[in-house]
């Protein structure tokens, strides 16, 4: 099984930026997908941005312009680079992954929160 961690998460104000980073125990190009979600205190887990294995990204409307999804190939991770962050992008975020069989792995998760 895939094992994923992410880092980068903390405390920012509104308006503030952080980069969160997800580390893969495979290459990230082995995988059909992989994606950042959010879930907040009473929500259901959300799509934030994904990327496939040809590179194609998408974004959840609420961070499209805000938001960019990226892959580093030296450091085989697949990064979220938040910019004018907003206290309604507090929330718990994780990194999903989809390889070839469709089959998904999930990371621990890392808090974002975001003081207004």
């Known amino acids: 099984q895939v094992h994923l961690v992410e880092s980068g998460g903390g405390l920012v104000q509104a308006g503030g930026s952080l980069r969160l980073s997800c580390a893969a125990s495979?290459?990230?190009?082995?995988?059909?997908?992989m994606g950042w979600y959010r879930q907040a205190p009473g929500k259901q887990r959300e799509l934030v941005a994904s990327i496939t294995g040809g590179g194609r990204t998408s974004y959840a409307d609420s961070v499209k312009g805000r938001f960019t999804i990226s892959r580093d190939i030296a450091q085989n991770t697949v990064n979220l680079q938040m910019n004018t962050l907003k206290s309604e992008d507090t929330a718990v975020y994780y990194c999903?992954?989809?390889?070839?069989?469709?089959?998904?792995?999930w990371g621990q998760g890392t808090q974002v929160t975001v003081s207004s």
């Open positions: 999903r992954a989809t390889d070839l069989r469709k089959i998904d792995s």
């Open positions: 495979g290459s990230i190009f082995s995988f059909n997908a």
